[in-house]
């Protein structure tokens, strides 16, 4: 029988329901106490030095460039292989992108591309956790360390660090570890996506973070509030207290807070996650045994120190914390090796005719219009490019039976063979 597979609901459980009608209920709905309270705790779940929460993934990555002081004249070295939203906020503070391509192979950033990049005029490098897996911040905060000699400061924060920041777009990450470090404290700031379609949601939301032990935590997320808040030096829930109305605004800001009401769904989606995460593991464990005897390979999101997968491991992502890495499982990220663009969509199609969506991660910035307007030409990053041609994502989700996942790899089987058979390449 056919079976209807979304590619990405969220998962809302009673506890997340009846978290938001409390909020509801008691009379605050704006940012205020859940909203402070899910700033310490992600804090706390990710080991950062500090995080602030506001209303997008976008709006916490063009607030870290802010409180970095990039602006006209700067420039950010940014994956060509990503979605808009790692490299919009570049262009919002009128910073110059510089995009690099891939690896051969791998979805991950060509690094000798990226050290080639580097110029005095270069403030931040870009890097994506793709899929949930984390990039090699280690590898371009050695980048940013060799171009020290030739970094020019210009503004506190930079001076505080000496160097090119390093900036992980975490959308996708939340919970994921890469040799002992996780999402959120591997760069020197990182940014989350709570977006519906995500692991770990609030429906719209999300947070940036700073590694710690760099900046003065206090300041800079005094700082980041009044970037979140029209430059305003109280926010509503300070200016409540008795006798406080007074305030004053320092700049002419922006606005792009997070409610109660988000934090409330959050701070629930939170109690659950370590739960999400290990259903997550077990469902890449059995996508990847049921796709094994096919011509196709996957992002990784599981490995320990000898290189093996570690899908299979029964105590969680934990486990790998010293000896290798685990993502957040956050997409199945399927390459169709040696096949067309036009098999990919053809296969795509023969999915959502046997009522399973499929997606794809991503169309490679150059070739969209905004970015060819810029003068980015698709030619130029061959290997994203090829990476994109053959990369389908299937459905990964916690409201996935182990039946559905059977379901999802029979018809993309079926799928496969029909499209062979048809002389499709």
């Known amino acids: 029988m056919q079976r209807t597979i979304p590619f990405s609901p969220p998962d809302i459980s009673q506890a997340e329901i009846d978290a938001v009608i409390d909020t509801l209920k008691s009379g605050w709905i704006t940012t205020g106490p859940k909203t402070k309270e899910l700033e310490r705790r992600l804090a706390a779940f990710t080991g950062a030095g500090g995080v602030a929460c506001v209303s997008s993934a976008t709006a916490a990555l063009e607030c870290i460039l802010r409180l970095l002081g990039v602006h006209e004249g700067d420039e950010v070295v940014v994956p060509a292989y990503t979605y808009t939203a790692t490299c919009s906020p570049v262009c919002h503070v009128g910073a110059t992108p510089v995009m690099c391509d891939s690896q051969d192979g791998a979805y991950d950033l060509d690094l000798d591309a990226v050290a080639a990049a580097v110029t005095p005029r270069t403030k931040a490098i870009v890097a994506v956790d793709l899929g949930g897996r984390m990039a090699d911040c280690s590898s371009l905060l050695g ?7 030739q970094f020019q400061a210009a503004s506190d924060v930079q001076e505080a660090l000496g160097r090119i920041a390093v900036i992980a777009d975490a959308a996708h990450a939340l919970g994921a570890v890469d040799r002992g470090v996780r999402a959120g404290s591997a760069a020197d700031f990182s940014s989350f996506s709570f977006h519906a379609v995500k692991n770990f949601t609030t429906a719209e939301g999300g947070a940036l973070a700073w590694r710690a032990g760099l ?8 700082r980041a509030m009044l970037l979140s808040l029209h430059g305003q030096t109280k926010d509503a829930l300070a200016k409540a207290k008795g006798g406080s109305w007074e305030y004053d605004v320092v700049f002419p800001g922006w606005k792009c807070n997070m409610t109660d009401i988000q934090a409330a769904l959050g701070l629930a989606q939170l109690e659950r996650y370590p739960r999400l995460l290990a259903r997550r593991r077990a ?6 045994a049921n796709l094994a005897h096919l011509p196709v390979s996957w992002l990784r999101h599981y490995e320990d120190a ?5 899908a299979l491991a029964a105590d969680g992502p934990a486990r790998l914390a010293d000896d290798g ?3 957040s499982g956050h997409l199945m990220m399927v390459s169709l090796d040696g096949r067309s663009a036009a098999f990919r969509n053809a296969l795509i199609e023969e999915l959502a005719a046997s009522g399973v969506a499929a997606n794809v991660h991503f169309k490679p910035l150059p070739l969209l219009s905004a970015y060819r307007d810029l003068g980015f030409d698709p030619h130029d990053f061959p290997r994203a490019t090829a990476l994109f041609e053959r990369e389908v994502s299937l459905p990964l989700h916690t409201l996935l039976a182990d039946d559905d996942i059977d379901y999802v790899c029979d018809a993309f089987a079926a799928a496969y063979a029909a499209l062979d058979k048809r002389g499709l390449r």
Request: charged share 30%; no cysteine; aromatic share 14%.
């Open 143 to 149: 980048i940013a360390e060799a171009a020290r000699p």
């Open 215 to 222: 900046f003065d935590g206090d300041e800079l997320y005094r």
């Open 283 to 288: 469902m890449v464990a059995r996508y990847e």
């Open 306 to 310: 000898s290189g093996a997968s570690a």
């Open 325 to 327: 890495f685990s993502s």
